[in-house]
Each structure stands twice: as structure tokens, then as C-alpha cells.
């Protein structure tokens, strides 16, 4: 099972890009990475998935090294509202009973 | 995304008394739940895997016959905290798969007195 390793916390300015990075050097040829949040008395909340190519929706963009070794989360345009805990997953078990472990992840902090 | 609903959001209760989470998924049948726990200032834990009409798996170190899990439908997990104690107060999250992805409820604050 691919482990990951993030930074514990982040600053970025309101209005700029939030470049959130995860290694996950040990994982495997069919293995996803996740990225979810969680605010504040929150559950979690998705934010994007990918394999090998570099994948965007409408909240994030999600790049990942051509190695598959490490991947950015990338937040085109903070907001005071993305304050929350970061974290990059590499589900656990066989294919069809996969389950989300997760780490400490990156509080990311949004500074007006 | 898909939506995963959870009641109650929170709930105070007497030590030694049962108490009952749900956890829905609207939007989408899920095969399998997840429950989890955080305790204040740490992660979330996983406690333990549902699939619908079997039994749950727990992780190791939860008490399977503390923490009773059935998940009788594709839409509906209960996860029931049998004679709670102030140990058990923490925040209790579940969660549903969809095909690909995991989503989660907003969760349920529980109070052992």
C-alpha cells in the first residue's frame, strides 16, 4: 500500500494560487491518487482524482509528475473559504474493496 | 458530487446508553459505507467497512461488539455506539462508494455524559 507524505501547513494570500504537493513514490502502475478536505466540523469533501494525466474540474487541478512519484494540487484562486485540511490519499486494499486511509495532511491557511 | 447525509449531526447521551447514527446515501446506490471517528485535533480513523447484506469488517482495535454496523440497504448504514462512555464522545463520519469515489457525510457530534 502506497503511503503519502505532505507538508503539515501552508500559507497562501487570498486571490493567488495554492500549490498543495504530495509524494507518493512507492505507488503502483494502477493506483490513484485522491485529494480531499476538511473544514472545520466538517466531513471531508472530494476534490479531484487521477491516474497518469493531469486532470481539472471546477475546483481544482490536480498535476502529476510523469514518475507518478509525486502529484500538486493546485487552487487557481484562493479564497478565505479553501482554509481548511488538505489531504492526499493513495486508497488501500485489491481492486472493488479499496479504502481511504488518511494521513495528517496540510492544514492550508488562506491570508486575507 | 454525490450526496451523503447523516442524522443526527449531533447527539448527547447518557453513559451506558445506545445510541444510533445513520448514514444515507441520496443521489446514489452504495455497495459500501465506511464509518470513521476523529477525535479533536487528529485525523480521521477508520473503524470499519459495510457492504450491503453482509457483515461489517473492522479495522483492528475497534470493538465490533461496541460499535454494532448493518448495512440493510444500498442507500442506509446505522452504526450504533452500545452503553457509551465519555471515550466514546468523538466525531463520527461515514461514508459512501460510488463506482469510483468515496463521499462522506457531514458528520455526527457525539456526547457521552
Known amino acids: 500500500d502506497a503511503k503519502t507524505t505532505q507538508p503539515p501547513s501552508m500559507d497562501c494570500a487570498e486571490g493567488r494560487a495554492a500549490n498543495l504537493p504530495c509524494n507518493h513514490s512507492?505507488?503502483?502502475?494502477?493506483?490513484?491518487v485522491y485529494w480531499y478536505r476538511q473544514i472545520h466540523s466538517q466531513g471531508p469533501q472530494y476534490i479531484i482524482h487521477?491516474?497518469?494525466n493531469n486532470e481539472t474540474n471546477e475546483m481544482a487541478s490536480l498535476i502529476i509528475t510523469e514518475d507518478r512519484k509525486s502529484s500538486t494540487l493546485i487552487l487557481p484562486h484562493a479564497t478565505l473559504r479553501d482554509t481548511a485540511v488538505y489531504y492526499c490519499?493513495?486508497?488501500?486494499?485489491?481492486?472493488?474493496?479499496?479504502?481511504?486511509?488518511f494521513g495528517q495532511g496540510t492544514r492550508l491557511t488562506i491570508n486575507p | 458530487g454525490a450526496v451523503v447525509s447523516q442524522h443526527p449531526s449531533w447527539v448527547i447521551c447518557k453513559s451506558g446508553t445506545s445510541v444510533k447514527i445513520e448514514c444515507r446515501s441520496l443521489?446514489?446506490?452504495?455497495?459500501?459505507m465506511f464509518w470513521y471517528r476523529q477525535f479533536p485535533k487528529q485525523s480521521l480513523m477508520l473503524m470499519a467497512t459495510?457492504?450491503?447484506?453482509?457483515?461489517?469488517?473492522?479495522e483492528q482495535g475497534v470493538e465490533k461488539d461496541k460499535f454494532l454496523i448493518n448495512h440493510a440497504s444500498l442507500t442506509l448504514s446505522t452504526l450504533t455506539v452500545t452503553s457509551a462512555h465519555p471515550e466514546d464522545s468523538s466525531f463520527y463520519i461515514c461514508?459512501?462508494?460510488?463506482?469510483?469515489?468515496?463521499?462522506f457525510g457531514p458528520g455526527t457530534r457525539l456526547t457521552v455524559l
Open positions: 490519499i493513495v486508497p488501500r486494499g485489491i481492486q472493488g474493496a479499496q479504502k481511504l486511509v
Open positions: 487521477g491516474l497518469k
Open positions: 459495510s457492504n450491503e447484506g453482509s457483515k461489517a469488517t473492522y
Open positions: 461514508s459512501a462508494r460510488d463506482a469510483h469515489t468515496q463521499y
Open positions: 443521489d446514489f446506490q452504495a455497495t459500501t
Open positions: 512507492t505507488i503502483s502502475g494502477n493506483e490513484y
